[in-house]
């Protein structure tokens, strides 16, 4: 009487090809943000530089972009397009209240790149102890 074994060198090869290719692609499908931490300035040098955007999403969700209030994020859209559109620097500052669900502060990351910003940097608050 024959004895019927399963094959399995063809699985194993099957398998094998499998993981190379998982090894080859993983490494491209890796997505992520390119961080790049601030310098610490020296005692010093004075100041804050001139010509900074802050933008700051507040617990109402009004924006406040350098201390001027905007009510939706379609008006602050249209103001940052309109600042952005003859600057030669690129940069805002974006900060948040604790308070705002953090899908907002993408939403008006979105609305930043899409006004022209090629740098943002997000503003951590000072907590007390």
Do not use: H
Request: contains cysteine.
């Amino acid at each position: 009487m024959a004895k019927a074994e399963p094959n399995v060198v063809p699985l194993c090869d099957v398998l094998l090809v499998l993981l190379i290719i998982f090894m080859v692609i993983t490494p491209m499908v890796q997505k992520g943000i390119d961080v790049r931490l601030p310098e610490v300035a020296s005692e010093g040098s004075g100041g804050q530089p001139t010509g900074l955007i802050v933008c700051t999403l507040n617990k109402d969700l009004t924006i406040d972009i350098n201390s001027q209030n905007f009510p939706s994020f379609q008006n602050a859209g249209d103001e940052l397009r309109r600042l952005y559109s003859t600057r030669a620097d690129k940069t805002i500052f974006l900060r948040a209240d604790i308070k705002v669900p953090f899908s907002k502060v993408v939403d008006l990351i979105d609305i930043c790149k899409g006004a022209g910003v090629d740098t943002l940097g997000l503003v951590p608050e000072m907590i007390d102890d």
